[in-house]
């Protein structure tokens, strides 16, 4: 008999090159766990402030450590990582929050691709280290993703609209409320209970708390 498909929710951030790592492994595991994975946008701005949290590159010793890490889980995850040139710039004056919402718009009009597009906005910043705050960008991303002119301009013009903005304060409220203090934030619906797992590298947790095994980065190179 088939086992029961078990629900398991991301919530991440673009602006998060860790979060680009779960949401691989977690798109990749999805026929192997046979889990219903949602992913759900959320402003990492805010969960930090609620949480009295500090960004890693603000903490002097961990600045130094972040690209080396980022670089070796990057190529363990096989997920295209490289940091940008102006990483203050891009993660404290640009900021995520025009990205979320844009992003927020295409989940909300067209979900099914709210896995591709976040895959496009994730490569422009943490591979090419292009923008994710102009309109232009937004439109380079979707056009990447495979939206259509119309499905594009319909995410640019909803995404500054009140339905918007509060379906991501929604997301980010929630997270909130089950104590996220970063991203990703990965919350597992087992057995009637909700399970938080935080971070891209407690995958061998998460298997076990789903009942699954681990095959490590990328199962399909894996003997199953």
């Known amino acids: 008999m088939a086992t029961a498909r078990k629900t398991v929710e991301l919530f991440y951030d673009v602006i998060s090159p860790y979060s680009w790592m779960a949401f691989e492994v977690l798109c990749r595991y999805r026929p192997h766990w046979n889990i219903n994975l949602q992913l759900k ?7 930090m402030q ?16 972040l690209p080396k890490d980022v670089e070796r889980l990057g190529a363990y995850f096989q997920v295209p990582v490289s940091m940008p040139a102006n ?23 067209n979900p099914e691709q709210t896995e591709k597009v976040s895959r496009e906005l994730w490569r422009r910043v943490w591979s090419k280290g292009q923008d994710i705050t102009e309109p ?31 379906r991501l304060k929604s997301h980010t409220e ?3 409320k089950l104590y996220a203090f970063g991203a990703p934030y990965i919350v ?29 980065p990328v199962p399909s190179n894996s003997k199953l």
């Open 41 to 47: 946008p959320f402003f990492l701005g805010g969960v």
């Open 174 to 176: 929630r997270a909130i």
């Open 87 to 109: 990483l203050i710039d891009v993660m404290f004056n640009k900021g995520s929050l025009k990205a979320q919402r844009f992003l927020t718009a295409v989940d909300m009009e």
């Open 136 to 166: 232009e960008s937004f439109k380079q991303a979707g056009e990447a993703a495979g939206l259509s002119d119309s499905e594009i301009d319909e995410a640019l013009a909803k995404m500054t609209t009140q339905p918007v903005k509060d």
């Open 188 to 216: 597992a619906h087992v057995n009637g209970k909700e399970e938080v797992v935080f971070g891209s590298d407690r995958f061998p947790i998460l298997a076990r708390i789903l009942g699954e095994e681990w095959f490590g």
């Open 50 to 65: 609620a949480s009295d949290n500090k960004p890693p590159a603000f903490v002097r010793f961990k600045a130094i450590y």
